[in-house]
Structures are given as structure tokens and as C-alpha cells.
């Protein structure tokens, strides 16, 4: 049933702002992240804004504000808050946030609940998936945010206090895969949800090229640090190069040396020791790019990526870096580990359409300065990866839980 | 008894966060700013870093990390958490600070009633003083921050819900009152507390003046504006005119026009219309050089306000910017309704020292680019307020409960 | 003969100064310009660093300050002066850029005159065309630099003083041309010279489309303005509405209105009437964009740009936006007339390789965060253009004579 | 005869110009600083807006866009290049600017020889009078702003080749001077030349002080550095603590090491080592604090530098840190080396007054966060110094020929 799949979704969310206080909830470290209680907010607004304003007899809103308060980045639906000064909203408060979810939530189901002209209810259902999609989006950036977030305290406090059982990964090594290219189809097939950014699946030329089974480790990273690599110009792009320097970067974003000068790093279960065999995370494609340089290899392309995708199956993350990766040989770690960085800008696919309107302005806008991430990463709730799925950052962003899988051209 | 007025002064500062969520105590909303968690905790850190960490037995940090994480500016002490992410400190939470206070208050009680040398007991009885002036000056920072805060809100919420009534000062006309000037003493005189920065009490030579009685009105304000005040170069300082241009003002910090054009003000009771006979306040000093200049008078300096107002006898303020005048006549609103800018820049007395230790950096380092403001405002506690007390702020502040009184040469 | 060759591109950068004064020479308008004398030395440092520094017997550099002085970004060869500070170097000044110029050439027809071995010789024959084609590039870089800096005097000064007759181009309708894609080939071919990023050769997929036959003409961009499209959030990139509105634009980079409100563009023949029939330039990417919208179209990628261009003759500017077209029908303007953004980011072809050393910093590093244009500008030198050429700078970029070309989807 | 006086002062300037090339004089070094060409038409533009467009019969401005352009800062005469790119004004050139100072010469010479109503004479006088005083504080700007220029060259150019012979000053060692204080008169006296700033004439009271005899040298600041002066924090304004770290200086302006670790100061000309004799120069108000708290003293008020200098004679500066200092014994220095740093902020004296319309803003505007700096330079011109001469820069300006005298309380 869709409602009960919306409210578990719904609930889902909630139970990520367990471990947190009200504090906590409505701090906003950095203008690129949001307080968790502006996801919880702007997750609902999206539902009120886009189906019940809309579709519901006698819409009026929860409050007339929040059509302002917590609009995202949608210029057609009219004024936005500033998004650097989302942290300083702590009226409504978290009381009042969470009744409007639950005030939504009712609506939503009264509305799924009673009669629909045929048409309507298609839209109905269409646009709950892309709400409930949205939603877990937001999901995962609740979990980075507040990692974020957290990160700010001199006492590293820990999201969660029992981190999951190391899943131990025994030297399994990491092996070069060859495959084919020829003219792939790409993008996504079939009658499942999908992004419009995944749209249209288009015949794309693909190379024959190599990826690597698995993704670069923090022990493999270590040795690129210790051997100069934030320090050699030549492994970088040039606006990498600036950005190392401007900032005084020397390690990832989480890394720091404890008095002794062991590596640890800050996860959403405290500071622990730096996991050697774990995937490198919280990188940017500056760092990525550089490393691949240093390793004599380079990052995937996307179509790279799909390609390879294609028909492996979708681990679930479970919150942790070291999640457990697939038992056989061969690629792994595609899904559910971190994201992974590929060389393609963000773009549209030939043919590709926006929705009318301002759900129009759901990706299209972005599509330029971004790079596409492939895969999922432990954040990424479960049923939200697929093989097409185009997630996108600007080179410099490092709080996602993206890493690197290294691709090379074939000799 | 000084336990006494301790545990007054320590309850206060609590009492001015009782109608805040946790929420509100700690966001920031400015850098200039900081949260009422932070200042409910920097003032206990105080009592706790200079007095028992140097006068209790066996003194242990309440927790270790305070003594960054709450060290405003005292470099002697050590590193300090960055101004700028006070918001940030989601933890430790209100219920740790308020055990922090609690914590610290009984430390002090117990210090106070054990045995002491008497130099200890001197020492002891002068820094508590130094530490309740000090949490004083916070409780009005206190009030001033999250007044900011809450503007920052669309849905402008009250602090307090129901204003003191309005006591109306029908009319009274502002006169010139002419004083003679001479070699006046200025600075601190007698046995009462004064801060390092009021003496030593030395003679200035002052020329005859005229002085105000009362403070610039929100009317006469807003005179200043429709004649196009803030259009208008050659009233401005050359900084001041910068000022202005680059932010795009029009009107004081807090003033806004409804839907039909009507000046509405922000108060700490929410958004109310603009009360013309209360006087201006949220000024910078710009905008009363400017109206100065407008108005064909001058900002009085320091000493010829310290010298019209020997003698005056303080008013309390009561969270309102039109609290009652004093009845009678002559020189009104001295004290108690808003701090008064001086043309005078901040520098110290001839003679002028500073303690030994952090304690030094109290007041001296801050002796450049900033300007004096004397008198109290509305949002001063009952007993900060005297003569000689020398407010100071970079010229342009404007979160300060901050207005004009004018004053002239004689002819 | 290459030494004849060589002689006329170096003179001709002398030529392209000689409407200017020693003052016109050192100044730079902004950190992305470099000011002329600066040109005409880097491109002398070129073949001094790369050539004579490893060639010439008895190599001496003729002053070695000039080694970092003139560096401009390879980080493999050393130290640079800040590239901002460029118009602060007064010395050395124009008459001793000259004599380095003449040094230079001297040494290099030494060099080429001389004994050298196969290898070597070759090698430098190398190193000659890419050092001349570097000479060929700021040629065109000089004049867009030189424009921006007279445009920002209150005397819009010509740099030249007679404009080229103007071609007129009688009202020939734009036709939207037919393209069937299939498995293209990308890249260059042939022995003749050409940069590394155009490398290697190799097969992409494109779908059907369609082009323009026509650049889009100031006319045709002044309806867009006069529809709002400056002021319309849905047509532009969420980066490009960020650019529009803190910079508040309102037009093409040199466009303004007289004071009866007719459209002037200042021009390298200074300020002139708009010129209705001839190609808008100096647009951003971001313009360029929301203008595709606008007009129910899109920009091209550069494999179908480059599809569509082969075999097109190459047409010569004549520092003239409305330099003549090809007479016949069909595809024009592909040439000569300004360079046309395409929705392709900068980025390696498959199998791409740099250079070793310090050369392998002259494309690599800047495919990041930019995107290509293509064909060439009435500012190109004869003989620099090609269907395979990629130019490329980032999204923002006004300065360079940059277009519009449409495309569409084959419906 | 007045024209005499005007002729030398304003050949003056183009003497001044002299060592330089047309490119050495358009460039600006930073926003602070202007090109030499804009120094000689700014001070050309003063004579031509001030007096002959109001005094000359049939006036005809030498070029309608010079009104604009060479404005430095009267908002009363209107629009304004801005000043931070006066060093894009290639146009109008060196040539057109020296036509231009030739231009308004000869109107004034003509002015001065015809007939004029008494009331208009006097008040040519007085203009002339400003007009001059007003090219010899740009002659001194020309001259820092020059030197400031020349640094940013890694060539390191002198501006003048043959240093003025070093007179010894041997080892006369810096005493403290008593001075009794008193109701002082401050302010300039008689009849001479004046600026609005200096009056009016007033009493003060000044407490009895002690004032160094000598600048502090070189030798002696180095003395600081070697402390740890740039590294202490208790020792600086807060204020200039932050600027000490986010700019990471550690030693004066134009101060470097050579390769083997020995100090060099670039001067005027070109890069010599250090003469620990001379008075330290080009230091910020911050830095001059720092160093007087770190020597047991202070800096002194405007008033008592005054009140000691009144009296003593003025000597003139030879462009060269270690110009001739007064043989005798006593106070030296006071004139001619470089100007003193005083403790006092820019403020109007007692009943200060500007003169009406545009020359009003010739200081009044200017008279917040700036500080007072007496004396006199190498660079000020012979003739422009007085005990009652009030300087003024912001406290961290340090491209002036500014240094330290000391003072101390009496104990």
C-alpha cells in the first residue's frame, strides 16, 4: 500500500533526529548544509506545496510563513529564506515542526484515502514517489549535515553511540576489470521510479576501459599523503591547486593527528582510530583527481560507471564506512560504501525535458560547475540506489561521503 | 551580604532566559553577537577561571574544554573557541550549562564562607565584584543579541508578550540647558566599584556647552528621514556615507514599513507601530553624527556629559524604550532609556593602567576605533549604571539600545 | 621557410601594440586580463624557457629575473609573479620588452640557422609551432584585454580610429539545418598542428539535430532583453541567476544606453550604435543559456558543433563584429565572426595524455569548471582556426568575443 | 610675488615626476595609493574646479570629463572615478595631463594679472593659498605611493640613483625630556597658513609628561622583533593583534632579509641594508603601540607632542630616513625624518567649523577612526611643516614615512 510505504518513509525521518537534541536540530554549521529540523520542515513542505496546495478541496496552509521559511531553492513557488541563515530560524521550533509533519501527514492520507478522478490520482501517486524520493534524498543529507555539524565541537560528540560490528574485509585485493565499451545504453530502463536527470536512456560510444574491483582505502590514501601528494602541484588540476593552498588542506576532511600523531578520524560514532582497510571518504574531486594522477590511473566516467553497474546488485549502507561489501569477487563496493566520484560534469542527456513548472527546477537548473558521484554510500537509505542514479557535487565538496574508484584507459 | 547579591545577580541571568526555548539559547546571529547559552556559561567561566582556579584548594575544571570553548577574548588564558561559531555549540546543551552555573555558584558559595587570609579575602571579595559587573554587562548583551535573533525571524516573535505600559511624557518640549565648562574632574570618584577604564579621576578643561534635556525622538527621527536624511553626502563622515551606500539604508536597524506604509519598530514585545515620542534608538553612530549634522548641532564628547550628568540621579530602565522619564524638569533621560553616542573615541585616561595578568585585557585593548557611549538604557540591570561608566562601540553598531542626545557651542 | 614564419606571427604581436601608448601597454583591468606588455613578453619567455634554456649551447637567460617575472602558470618551471599584480610591473618597461622580444629572435634564428641533430631539430620544429601558436593565442587575448581596459575610461577611446567597412548582410533569414549524427568522428585529423586537447581522434555518438545556420544577431538578443529575460528566474542555470542578480546585469558586457536611451556598444573603433544585423558578443555562457531557452532551443555540444563544421572553409576576421560572412547559403558565420559557447564542459577525450614537464601543464589542468567554444572570432589571427580547435573558459567569462549558435532536438 | 611662489611649487611636482617613465606613472600600486600622473591632474583639477570655475570670466573646462575623473573625494562637485582603479586611466596620457597642468597655469597667471573687486582678490589669495598647500600633501603622497609602487617589482628599481651622504648621528643617546603640562594652548597661532583642522586655538589641560629626546631607531626596533614582538599578543591593541596574524607580518613594510639572513630596507633608493641609526619608519599605529608598550612607555596625545614642539625649529627633510637630525642637544628630530604617531584620534578641536560648500570636505568628513600623526618627513616639502600640522591616517596605514616618538607618564 502507498501509505504505508509513505509512512514509513515519514517515520524514517524522525527517527534520525532521535539521538539529537532541539539544540542540535537547529544549528546550521555552513551554508552549504541545512538544520536537521529545516529537512524535516522543507520535506513536508514539499508535500504541501506540491499536492495538497494543489489538490486538496480547501487548501489552507499549516502557516502561512512556511511557504517562504522553508522553499528550498524553487523560484517559481516564490520568496526563499536566505540559505546561509537557516540556522538562526529557532522559531518555529521543533514542536511545532514536527506538528506540522503530522499535520501534513494526516492531510496526505485523507487525501489518498477518498475519491479521485483517474487522472488526478496518477498525479497523485507520481508525484507521492517523487515526494517520498525527495524525501530520502534529504535523509542522507540529515546524516552528513549533522556529521557535519557535530564536527564543530571540540568535544566530538558521537551521533550514535554503538557503531555497527566491523565487517572485516581480509586483503581481499583490489584487481583491475576489463570491460568491453561499444555503443551502451544509458540511463535508466524499465517502469520504476527514476530522476528525470536519469532520462532519456540514450545509445552513449564507450571505450574499452578497466575499472578497479574496489574502492581506494584509507591505507591506500595514507601513502599518498605520506608521500607529498597535497604538496606536488603537478598531481592537481589547477583550480585544485589553488584550492589546497588557499585552505592549508593536508588530509581529509574528518583526519586529524591525536598528540601522539596517530591518524584518527571523526565519524558519526566519535573520534575512533583511522581504519586502514576502510574506504577513503569525505573527499573532494580535487583530491580524488589528484590521487587517481598519483596512482597512474584516472577517475571513471559516468558512462564508465553505468556500464560496469549494470546488473550488480544494491548493498544497503548501514551508517558506517566499513559496511559489509559483497561476498563473491569481482566489483565490489559499487553501492552502500561511499559515492564515487567520476570525471563527467553534470549535464543533461540528450533529449532530456524538465517538468513544468517549478518541479521543473528539481535538477535541470544545476547542471553546470557540478560533477556526478555513481554508486550510494553508507547514508543512503535502503531502496534509494539504482545503477542510473546521478548524484551530483561541485569539485570541492568533501562533507558527502564521497570516495574513489579508479578507472584506466586500456593499453 | 555579598552571597547574597551574588546569588541575586548569578538568578537574574537566568531569569532573562526563562521565556527561551533551548532552541533560541543557541543560535548566534551575527558574529558581533552571541547565543544566551554562550553568555549564560562565558559569565560562569569568569568566576570559574579567575577566581577558583587561583583561589580554590584542590580546583578541578568543571569540565576541561570550557576553558576554550568560553574564553571570549583573554589571550593570557589560551586558545579560544572562533568568535564566529559560538551558534555552533549545539554541546554542551542548556541542561549542561545550567549545571555548569550550578556547579560553579556552589564552589563560590563554599569558597566564600571558608577561611581566608585577609590580603585572599580582599582579593577574593574585588574579583567577585569585577565578576557580577562583568555578568551584569552580559545581561544586557544578553537582551540585545537575542533581540537580533529574533528579528532575524518572518514571523517576528515577542521575547516578552506584554509590554510595560506606556508611560506617556506629554509633550514636554526639549530645551538647551547651558553649562559653563571649566577645569572639570572627570573619571571615577569615591569608594564605589568602577572598571579600570573610569580612572584615575583627572581634570579636563572643558569649554561652555549646551546640552538637550531629552533624547531625540523616533518623530524627530523620522523627520530627519523624510527629509531625505539618508540620501544627503554632505551630512555624513566619509565612512559613514560608505556605510550607508554599501548596505543600502534607509532607516534605523529595526524600523520597517507594513503593507500600507506605516513605520512599524521590533521590540522585545514584538512587531509594534512606531511610538514617535519614545526616543530613537538602534542608532549607529553615523546616523547620529549625521542627524547631528542635520539638525545644526553636534554630538556632546564624553567629558561634557559626564559633567552635566554629576549629580543625576540614575533611572532603572524597564525593558522599554519609552520607560518613564524622571518627573521633573531640566536634564531627563539621562539613564534608563538608551545609551547616548559621544564624539569621543575610546582611549584611556592620562594615567590610565591596566591590571596585571589576563585581567589587563578587560578594557585597554579594545582603546582604538571605538566610540563612547555613556548613560544606560532601558535593557541595563537595576545598579550597573553611574556618572563616570564608558560605554564603547565601533561606530557602526546599531544592536545596542543606542540614541542621540544632542548638544552645541555656545554662541 | 620557418624562420620567415616565425618573423611575421612575432611581428605581428608588435603591429597589434603600435595604436598604443607605453601607458595603454602596462595597465590590467582585471586579475582574468593581462596588460599588453605583459603578452608580449610571456609569449618571448616562451621560447626562451622552452627552447633556448635546453638548446642553446651556451644558454644565459637575457635578464634572470624575467624567468618568474613572465611565467604565467606553469608550476613546473617555478615561481611566478601574482597574476594580479601584473599591471605593477613598470619595470621593466616597454622599451626593454622590446629589446627582449629582439633578443629572443635573434637566438632563435641562431638556433635555427645552426647544426642541430635529426632528433633535435625536429624537436624544435616542435616546439616552434606550438611556441607560435602560443604567440597566436594572446595575439587574440591581446586585443580582447586591450578592449576591456579602454572601456573602462570615461573617454571610450578607439584603439583604432577607422572601422573596416561594414559588410552588409542583407536580411537573410536564419534557417534551422539538418544533421543526422551517427558514430562521428571527434578530434583532429591530419598531419597539420594542433594542441594536445584536441587529441586523440576518436568516435562518439551523436544523435540527429539540428543547427542554426546563423548566430544569433544583437537584434535578435535585444528582444530577448526587452522581454525580461534578465529579470526572468526560469530561464537561467541557478548559478547564472545568482550572477545576474548580485551583479545586477542588464545587457551584453560592452552594450549602454545614451542618454536618449539608444543602445551603444563600445567597440575597438569605440563607442558605435548598436549594430542590429550583426552577432551578439562578449555573452556569458549563462546568457547564452537562458537566451537557448528562451527561444525554445538549446546550445550545441561540441561534437556536434564540430560534426557539423567539417569541412567548412575557414573565414579570416577583420577585428569587426560584423566582419563578412560567407556569401552562399547554409551554415555561416561558423568562422571569423566570434567563438560559440557549447553546453560541453572542458574535458579530456578518451586516451588524452599530456606532455612531459612543464608543457604538460598547457591544457590539462584546466579541465575543471569550464566549457568549450568553438570556431573562431574577428579577433582570431589568420591561420589559427580549425574544426577541431577547442577554446574554453569558464561559465562566467564576458570578455572574449563570445556568441550564440543554437541547436535543437530533432522532434 | 604670489606667482612666483606658485610657479615653484607647482614645478615642483613635475621635478618630482621626473626620474619616472610614463608607465611608472600610471600605475597604482593598491586603493590607498594613487598614480603619479593622477597626483599632478588631481592637484591641477583643485586650481581649475575651486577657483577658476567660479572666478574665470568666460570659463570653459580644458576637458568636460576631467571634472569626473580626477575628483579625489568632494561628493559636493559630484560624480567620481573610482579611486581604486585610477590606475586603469591610461587615457588621457603623461602628455595630455602636462598639457593640462600648462593649461590651468597659464589661466591662473592670467587671473592673477588682471583686475578683480578686493573681496575677489582675497578670497584668490586664500583659494591659491589652499590650492598650493594642497599639491605639497599630494607631493608627499607622489612620493610614498611611488616607493610603493617600486617595491611590488622583484627588480626592486630606485627611484633616484645617488643617496644624499648619510649624516653620521653618533650614538647620541635618547633622554627623556620633562615637560610641566598645563592649561596649554593648542591650536595654530598668527597669521600664516593654516588648514581648517588646526583651529580653532583653544585651551587644554595636559598633565605633566616626560617625551624622548630621539625617534626610536632601527637598531631599537629591531631589538623588538628579536623579542618576540610580533609574536606577543598582550603587547598589541586587540585590533592590531588580529591584523599582526591574519596579514602574518613580522617586521615593517619595506623591511626583507637577503639570502644570508641580514636585513635590507627598500628606500627611495632601491634596496639597502638596514642603518640601525636611523629612525624606523613606515610602521603602522598598531605596530608603534605595540612597540611602546614593550618599552615601558606610550605614545604620546597630539596635545603634548604640540605643546613640546611649539617653538622648535623646523627642519627640512633630504628624502632619506637619516637625514640631517639637529646637531644640539635637546629634543631632535621633531621635523624632517618621519612623522610621529600620537595616541590621539581625529577629532574637530572646540568649536570647529568647515568652510561652506565642496571645501568643506577637505577634512571635517574625515575625523573618525583615523589618528593623528605630527611633524614632518623626508618626503614633505620644504615650507609645509608646523608645530600645529595635524596628519591623519587609519592605525594600520603603514606606507607613510611614519615612526615613533615616545612618551611616559611623570611617576
Not at 555552513?30 to 489538490?55: C, R
Not at 536512456?201 to 605520506?226: D, K
Not at 565490489?332 to 518541479?359: D, I
Amino acid at each position: 500500500m502507498l501509505i504505508d510505504h509513505y509512512n514509513k518513509v515519514r517515520q524514517h525521518s524522525l527517527l534520525l533526529a532521535e539521538p539529537l537534541s532541539d539544540e542540535d536540530c537547529g544549528a546550521q554549521s555552513m551554508p552549504d548544509a541545512s538544520p536537521v529540523k529545516w529537512h524535516l520542515a522543507h520535506t513536508t513542505w514539499f508535500f504541501e506545496t506540491f499536492i495538497l496546495e494543489s489538490m486538496e478541496a480547501a487548501f489552507a496552509p499549516f502557516h502561512p510563513a512556511f511557504r517562504v521559511l522553508f522553499n528550498s531553492y524553487y523560484n517559481g513557488v516564490g520568496e526563499k529564506h536566505p540559505r546561509a541563515q537557516r540556522g538562526l530560524l529557532t522559531r518555529p521550533g521543533m514542536a511545532q515542526v514536527r506538528a506540522y509533519r503530522a499535520n501534513v501527514d494526516a492531510r496526505i492520507a485523507c487525501l489518498l484515502a477518498g475519491e479521485l478522478a483517474r487522472g488526478e490520482r496518477e498525479r497523485l501517486t507520481m508525484l507521492l514517489a517523487l515526494g517520498l524520493e525527495h524525501e530520502q534524498q534529504h535523509q542522507e543529507l540529515l546524516l552528513t549535515d549533522v556529521k557535519h555539524l557535530l564536527a564543530q565541537s571540540a568535544l566530538f560528540p558521537a551521533y550514535l553511540d554503538t557503531a555497527p560490528a566491523l565487517a572485516q574485509e581480509h586483503a581481499q585485493p583490489t584487481a583491475w576489470l576489463a570491460f568491453d565499451g561499444g555503443l551502451a545504453q544509458i540511463g535508466h530502463a524499465g517502469d520504476g521510479f527514476c530522476f528525470d536527470n536519469e532520462l532519456p536512456r540514450h545509445p552513449q560510444y564507450v571505450a574499452p576501459f578497466e575499472l578497479a574491483s574496489a574502492l581506494v582505502t584509507n591505507g591506500e590514501y595514507l601513502a599518498f599523503i605520506e608521500a607529498g601528494g597535497y604538496r606536488t602541484a603537478h598531481l592537481w588540476l589547477a583550480e585544485g591547486w589553488d584550492w589546497v593552498r588557499s585552505q592549508q588542506l593536508e588530509c581529509p576532511l574528518y583526519w586529524q593527528r591525536d598528540d601522539a600523531g596517530h591518524w584518527q578520524e571523526f565519524t558519526l560514532f566519535g573520534l575512533r582510530p583511522l581504519d586502514l582497510q576502510a574506504p577513503a571518504t569525505h573527499l573532494s574531486l580535487f583530491e580524488a583527481d589528484a590521487y587517481a594522477h598519483w596512482a597512474g590511473a584516472r577517475l571513471p566516467t559516468e558512462a564508465e560507471w553505468e556500464l560496469a553497474a549494470q546488473g550488480v546488485a544494491v548493498e544497503v549502507g548501514q551508517l558506517h564506512p566499513a559496511a559489509a561489501g559483497a561476498p563473491g569477487t569481482g566489483l565490489r563496493q559499487m553501492f552502500g560504501h561511499c559515492w564515487q566520484w567520476t570525471s563527467s560534469s553534470y549535464a543533461p542527456y540528450p533529449g532530456y525535458r524538465t517538468a513544468p513548472g517549478a518541479l521543473g527546477e528539481y535538477n535541470g537548473k544545476f547542471m553546470l560547475n557540478q560533477y556526478v558521484l555513481r554508486g550510494s554510500s553508507c547514508a543512503t537509505p535502503a531502496g534509494h540506489a539504482r545503477a542510473s542514479y546521478r548524484n551530483f557535487f561541485p569539485a570541492g565538496a568533501r562533507w558527502q561521503f564521497s570516495g574513489i574508484r579508479l578507472a584506466r584507459q586500456v593499453e
